[in-house]
Nanobody, 119 residues
Framework: QVQLVESGGGLVQVGGSLRLSCAAS????????MGWYRQAPGKLRELVAAISTSGRTKYAASVEGRFTISRDNAKNTLYLQMNSLKPEDTAVYYC?????????????WGQGTQVTVST
């Protein structure tokens, strides 16, 4: 099993930045893809970004050019740098991880961290 703990969420004004972190623990040996999803009230959970162990990345069109996903494999930590934040980025952000080489990781989930972008 893998445990994922997110941090870094909060309240930020439009145009501001936040950096989310996700620390993985447990049976992390063999973990492949990791990613960030988000869920806004009344909406389905959607993939924001994913990254493989080799560093290959995938982004949702709505965040391309504004968000950057990265990982430190030695520290088993995933990051999401979010710039130029918009009100529509407001959501609970979830970290995910998978043993499979997939760009939609969904084996394990964190508890989520709230991101609120105010006008």
């Amino acid at each position: 099993q893998v445990q994922l703990v997110e941090s870094g969420g909060g309240l930020v004004q439009v145009g501001g930045s936040l950096r989310l972190s996700c620390a993985a623990s447990g049976t992390t040996l063999g973990l492949d893809a990791m990613g960030w999803y988000r869920q806004a009230p009344g909406k389905l959970r959607e993939l924001v970004a994913a990254i493989s162990t080799s560093g290959r990345t995938k982004y949702a069109a709505s965040v391309e050019g504004r968000f950057t996903i990265s990982r430190d494999n030695a520290k088993n930590t995933l990051y999401l740098q979010m710039n130029s934040l918009k009100p529509e980025d407001t959501a609970v952000y979830y970290c995910s991880a998978d043993y499979r080489p997939t760009m939609t990781p969904d084996n394990f989930w964190g508890q989520g961290t709230q991101v609120t972008v105010s006008t």
